[in-house]
């Protein structure tokens, strides 16, 4: 038993989806790790294609993964207790605690997180509040959407149920911003739990605002504890909102309609690696490497690419001996054919593209995991590094030469002229030197996740109040018994 004081609850509130949210929270926990407490992020519920896989094996949303980097924790899924994924048509893949329990109609996950929901949030948040000096919580999209209220579990429930402090973002960019944070304060069950104001993501002299932020702080009767200005930011993304542009550049990567696991680019990106989505068939004049990406649905997919040319396009590729890499649901389609009986994405046998001699069936397993790898194929010797998993679908029948050693057995597939190459490794183009084997050109990766945060985090803290978290301190660890 414990007499331990609860942890205060710092809760963040965006006016909509995409106020920067995850951003201030992910600033929040960093800088109060840097106060010496300990804190932990949660987020009760999440939607979206992003996601990664704890060292326990569970999946939970990026976005918590990067605030539990922040908070100088290990990623679990208390963090994130309910994560849907859209799958189209009406459908999303619903995880609870961090386990997949199947794919469901708007209808039908909303009745098993109405029945079963509540408690994983609750169990989730009160171990947190238990063991932390503070939690960090986010909500999604909206508080405000007033024809929902009874089913928001992300804000509207917390804010109810819980002692939380929270801070309502607006983002300027979008416009609007005074009557957007005004309107949500009118509109929530509990304005009182509104404690702050914030202005995020300004181009301009903030001097510009005065009148309109002294307006608002009467009318709300909330302080604006800050005006942040737009920061180029080099984190891992949320969502498909954060992934919709490319540098240009000689890496090409086939941009289908259920591409997912975007996060497989960010360190083209971060370390300033030319890098250019393709959505139709074109000349491959000045491509060094093809990536086929994951995706939701890959028979869906396969019909895109061949509904548009994008699988000639593909096969020129293979001829010309530019390297073809396929990740997850793209390392399926490069393979003989995809067998789905039961139905798990799309029931049926369907043609892949036939690059690589590997066949894929699908059951209701779901493949979760951290792994670790190690090159044995000639071209990638020396290769060695950690990446996840997330996949139904195994591979039967591989006739290829195996890509990697792995402390799960072999995995991947290389073809006989070493130019395919197909994995169901998430986050291997994070590794410099498969990058390098993959090109033939040396790369030598700079970037530093923590180093970004850090940098983020204390611009951020310039541009707020510096009191207004003043009152959170560390506990007594005599206090726990």
């Given at each position: 038993?414990s007499?331990?004081?609860?942890?205060r609850i710092i809760?963040?509130?965006?006016?909509q989806?995409?106020?920067?949210?995850s951003?201030?929270?992910?600033?929040?926990?960093?800088i109060?790790?840097?106060?010496?407490?300990?804190?932990?992020?949660f987020?009760?519920l999440?939607?979206?294609?992003n996601?990664?896989v704890?060292?326990?094996?569970?999946?939970?949303?990026?976005?918590?993964?990067?605030?539990?980097?922040?908070s100088?924790?290990?990623?679990?899924?208390?963090?994130?207790?309910?994560?849907?994924?859209p799958?189209?048509?009406?459908r999303?893949?619903?995880?609870?605690?961090?386990r997949?329990?199947?794919?469901?109609?708007?209808?039908?996950?909303?009745?098993?997180?109405?029945?079963?929901?509540?408690?994983?949030v609750?169990?989730?948040?009160n171990?947190l509040?238990v063991?932390?000096?503070?939690?960090?919580?986010?909500?999604?999209?909206?508080?405000?959407?007033?024809?929902?209220?009874?089913?928001?579990?992300?804000?509207?429930f917390?804010?109810?149920?819980?002692e939380?402090?929270?801070?309502?973002?607006?983002?300027?960019y979008?416009?609007g911003v005074f009557?957007?944070?005004?309107?949500?304060?009118l509109?929530v069950?509990?304005?009182?739990r509104i404690k702050?104001?914030?202005?995020?993501?300004l181009?301009?002299?903030?001097?510009?605002?005065?009148?309109?932020?002294?307006?608002?702080?009467?009318?709300?009767?909330k302080?604006?504890?800050?005006?942040?200005?737009?920061?180029?930011?080099?984190?891992?993304?949320e969502?498909?909102l954060?992934?919709?542009?490319s540098?240009?550049g000689?890496?090409w990567?086939v941009?289908?309609?259920?591409?997912?696991?975007y996060?497989?680019?960010?360190?083209?990106?971060?370390?300033?690696?030319?890098?250019?989505?393709?959505?139709?068939?074109?000349?491959?004049?000045?491509?060094r490497?093809?990536?086929?990406?994951?995706s939701?649905?890959?028979?869906?997919?396969l019909?895109f690419?061949?509904?548009?040319?994008?699988?000639?396009?593909?096969m020129?590729a293979?001829?010309?001996g530019?390297p073809?890499?396929?990740?997850?649901?793209?390392?399926?389609?490069?393979?003989e054919?995809?067998?789905d009986?039961?139905?798990?994405?799309?029931?049926?046998?369907?043609?892949?593209?036939?690059?690589l001699k590997?066949?894929?069936?699908y059951?209701?397993?779901?493949?979760?995991?951290?792994t670790?790898?190690?090159?044995i194929?000639?071209?990638?010797?020396?290769?060695?590094g950690?990446?996840?998993?997330?996949h139904?679908?195994r591979?039967c029948?591989s006739?290829?030469?195996?890509?990697f050693?792995?402390?799960?057995?072999?995995?991947?597939?290389?073809?006989?002229n070493?130019?395919?190459?197909?994995?169901?490794?998430?986050?291997?183009?994070s590794n410099?030197?498969f990058?390098?084997?993959?090109?033939?050109?040396r790369?030598e990766?700079?970037?530093?996740?923590?180093?970004?945060i850090?940098r983020?985090?204390?611009e951020f803290l310039?541009?707020?109040?510096p009191?207004f978290?003043?009152?959170?301190k560390?506990?007594?660890?005599?206090?726990?018994q």
């Amino acid at each position: 038993m414990s007499n331990r004081k609860k942890a205060r609850i710092i809760m963040v509130l965006g006016t909509q989806s995409g106020a920067g949210k995850s951003l201030v929270a992910t600033c929040l926990c960093r800088i109060l790790r840097g106060r010496g407490l300990r804190v932990a992020p949660f987020k009760a519920l999440n939607m979206s294609l992003n996601s990664t896989v704890t060292d326990s094996g569970e999946e939970i949303a990026r976005a918590q993964w990067l605030q539990a980097i922040a908070s100088g924790r290990k990623a679990e899924a208390r963090f994130n207790p309910i994560l849907l994924k859209p799958e189209g048509s009406g459908r999303s893949q619903l995880i609870l605690l961090g386990r997949t329990i199947g794919s469901f109609t708007h209808e039908g996950y909303s009745g098993i997180i109405r029945e079963r929901g509540r408690d994983a949030v609750t169990r989730s948040l009160n171990s947190l509040l238990v063991e932390n000096d503070a939690v960090v919580t986010e909500g999604s999209g909206s508080p405000a959407e007033i024809n929902l209220l009874d089913q928001d579990l992300a804000n509207t429930f917390l804010m109810e149920n819980y002692e939380a402090e929270c801070i309502l973002v607006g983002n300027i960019y979008n416009g609007g911003v005074f009557a957007s944070i005004l309107g949500t304060v009118l509109l929530v069950r509990r304005p009182d739990r509104i404690k702050w104001l914030l202005i995020n993501n300004l181009a301009g002299d903030s001097a510009m605002l005065a009148a309109g932020i002294e307006e608002l702080e009467r009318r709300a009767g909330k302080p604006v504890i800050g005006v942040i200005p737009h920061m180029e930011v080099n984190l891992p993304g949320e969502d498909l909102l954060d992934y919709t542009g490319s540098s240009g550049g000689d890496i090409w990567i086939v941009k289908y309609p259920g591409m997912e696991n975007y996060s497989d680019i960010d360190y083209l990106a971060f370390n300033r690696i030319g890098f250019r989505y393709v959505r139709s068939r074109t000349s491959l004049q000045g491509c060094r490497l093809l990536i086929l990406p994951g995706s939701k649905n890959v028979a869906s997919d396969l019909r895109f690419l061949r509904e548009n040319g994008m699988d000639k396009m593909i096969m020129e590729a293979a001829g010309m001996g530019i390297p073809v890499l396929g990740i997850c649901g793209g390392y399926q389609m490069l393979g003989e054919s995809i067998a789905d009986p039961e139905g798990i994405e799309e029931k049926g046998i369907f043609d892949g593209l036939k690059l690589l001699k590997v066949n894929t069936v699908y059951d209701s397993e779901k493949t979760v995991r951290v792994t670790e790898f190690t090159g044995i194929h000639h071209r990638f010797s020396g290769v060695s590094g950690k990446g996840y998993e997330i996949h139904f679908g195994r591979i039967c029948n591989s006739g290829e030469s195996t890509l990697f050693s792995t402390n799960h057995g072999d995995e991947g597939a290389v073809s006989k002229n070493g130019r395919i190459i197909g994995t169901n490794i998430h986050s291997v183009l994070s590794n410099s030197e498969f990058l390098s084997a993959l090109t033939g050109e040396r790369f030598e990766f700079t970037y530093d996740i923590d180093d970004e945060i850090d940098r983020i985090s204390s611009e951020f803290l310039s541009h707020i109040q510096p009191g207004f978290l003043s009152g959170l301190k560390k506990h007594d660890q005599s206090e726990i018994q």
